[in-house]
């Protein structure tokens, strides 16, 4: 594809559309490798390839903007620069840190990961996408993308942007698509000479689609749109959590009359919160745990 083509993709959200050969693969291949070339993104976990980093970097990127990320990641570093640090930092440290990221979750997940890698690995993580998915919180696409681009390791993996990419480009015409079409295309196309460099440049690609054209997500059978945050069990679980950063602890009552919302419901957001490891109850006292 010439570079004048990808400037009006860019302008006009034009679709280019590949087939399935193996000249048209190669094609989109170099297209998107071009794009990089010339539009790739600088990001601080893109400056070394040290496995905590990437990390780190890719559980804040689950469920959480780039831009977002940008801000919190070094910060996060800063707070904790190494995996040992991670492992033996009290929660609500890191629950401090992670303040502003949503999903709170993710960083007892981060942890949890920390101390295994620290009990089971020797404190180095494993380059291995099928060790990986069994840690907390990571699944395939996070443990292949943390091997792709801390090891270079040529995995193959789906996930938002890659999926958006491949349909915009190979299936155009579709109005379902599954990801079981898509994964022989993902297969062929991989760049195995340098997998980090291509799925940057996928991700990359992905997030000007995003911008530009109709999300051809939305044409996938796994689409799934992100329920609204406000006034979601998801923001009274982080008010309840920011309430307790300080290192104070509050009552039942006090917490229930924080919120308009039924009672009932707040005490099922408390249930949940201490059953994920957040908070302890005891008796009429709730704190964060230690």
Not at 44 to 68: A, C, F, G, K
Not at 143 to 151: R, T
Request: charged letters at 25%.
């Amino acid at each position: 594809m010439k570079k004048t083509d990808q400037l009006t993709l860019e302008t006009t959200g034009s679709p280019a559309i590949y087939d399935a050969t193996d000249d048209g693969i190669a094609q989109f291949r170099e297209m998107v490798l071009d794009h990089y070339r010339n539009h790739g993104r600088e990001m601080p976990w893109r400056e070394n390839t040290d496995p905590y980093h990437i990390l780190i970097s890719e559980i804040m990127l689950q469920q959480t903007q780039v831009e977002r990320v940008m801000v919190k990641f070094p910060e996060f570093i800063a707070a904790f620069p190494d995996i040992a640090t991670l492992a033996n930092a009290p929660l609500p440290a890191i629950l401090a840190a992670w303040q502003g990221m949503g999903y709170n979750r993710r960083a007892i997940a981060l942890q949890k990961c920390a101390a295994r890698v620290m009990e089971e690995y020797h404190g180095i993580l494993p380059a291995d996408p099928e060790i990986l998915a069994t840690f907390p919180g990571l699944g395939h696409a996070t443990a292949s993308s943390i091997c792709a681009f801390a090891f270079n390791v040529p995995v193959v993996f789906i996930e938002t942007n890659i999926r958006r990419v491949f349909i915009h480009y190979f299936f155009s015409d579709s109005a379902t698509v599954n990801d079981k079409e898509l994964l022989p295309l993902v297969t062929r196309a991989l760049y195995t000479e340098n997998p980090r460099i291509w799925y940057w440049a996928l991700m990359d690609l992905g997030t000007v689609l995003k911008k530009t054209v109709p999300n051809p997500n939305r044409r996938s059978v796994h689409y799934a749109k992100q329920s609204a945050f406000e006034g979601s069990d998801r923001k009274i679980r982080g008010e309840i959590l920011r309430h307790l950063l300080p290192g104070t602890s509050m009552t039942r009552e006090q917490v229930i009359s924080s919120f308009p919302e039924d009672p009932a419901r707040i005490l099922k957001i408390l249930a949940g919160l201490e059953r994920d490891g957040f908070v302890v109850m005891d008796g009429e006292e709730i704190r964060l745990v230690s």
